[in-house]
């Protein structure tokens, strides 16, 4: 069983489109993350939901917007799709926001042409 | 916001050989975590340092915290080509991470 899940795991798209990204986690856990990671592999946060409340909203273009329906779920959507978009985004959990370790999917690869 | 650095960004060294990856914090915390990711691949979870002169060890790998220095190690002991990987330290209870050190071990 994966614990953390991200669908789809491929993504190229043209400039302009709106795209979701979704992610679920069976593990039972308080927090959901997404990262991005740019072709040189920074990785950077954009969003945490704890109980399906923002907790962190770092500087990102209000085109992208996180959206947490329950606790297992933390999905991203992604208007007005631009290149600099491209990157690979990471969910993750943990079990709460108190420095336990926190646990990825597998990345989901956007391309946007 | 939160910065860390680590030192260096890339490292390629023979296998047999020790080495240090070097991961400093600008502002206070005691967590710190290091993580390990292959090539196309998700992170994997390595070490999790939670108070000050933590120190760990999983095989060739041994990690360690000075949270007053805001600096943390990831020491490598005797190199062997499965370690090459980019390894990356996250700080604080938001998870802030490093720069990464893509790591690549020459036979």
């Known amino acids: 069983d994966t614990a953390v899940s991200q669908t789809p795991k491929y993504l190229v798209t043209q400039m302009g489109n709106d795209k979701s990204i979704k992610c679920e986690q069976n593990?039972?856990?308080?927090?959901m993350y997404w990262y991005k990671q740019d072709s040189k592999k920074f990785l950077k946060i954009m969003f945490s939901?704890?109980?399906?409340?923002?907790?962190i909203n770092e500087t990102v273009p209000n085109r992208f917007s996180p959206k947490s329906p329950d606790k297992a779920h933390l999905n991203l959507h992604i208007n007005s799709l631009e290149l600099g978009d491209s990157a690979v985004y990471f969910c993750?959990?943990?079990?709460?926001?108190?420095?336990?370790?926190?646990?990825f999917g597998e990345g989901s690869w956007l391309t946007v042409v | 916001e939160l910065k860390v650095e680590q030192n260096p960004l890339f490292l390629s060294m023979q296998e047999g050989k020790n080495y240090t990856i070097y991961c400093n914090y600008s502002?206070?915390?005691?967590?710190l975590y290091w993580y390990r990711q292959d090539p196309g691949k998700s992170l994997e979870s390595l070490f999790v340092?939670?108070?000050?002169?933590a120190v760990k060890q999983e095989g060739r790998l041994m990690a360690s915290l000075d949270t007053k220095a805001r600096l943390s190690t990831l020491h490598i002991t005797a190199a062997v080509h499965d370690l090459s990987a980019t390894y990356f330290c996250a700080v604080g209870n938001q998870f802030y991470f490093g720069t990464g050190t893509s790591l690549t071990v020459i036979p």
């Open positions: 502002t206070t915390s005691d967590r």
């Open positions: 939901y704890n109980n399906k409340e923002l907790i």
């Open positions: 593990l039972g856990h308080d927090t």
């Open positions: 993750a959990s943990s079990p709460g926001t108190q420095g336990n370790t926190i646990y």
């Open positions: 340092l939670l108070s000050n002169g």
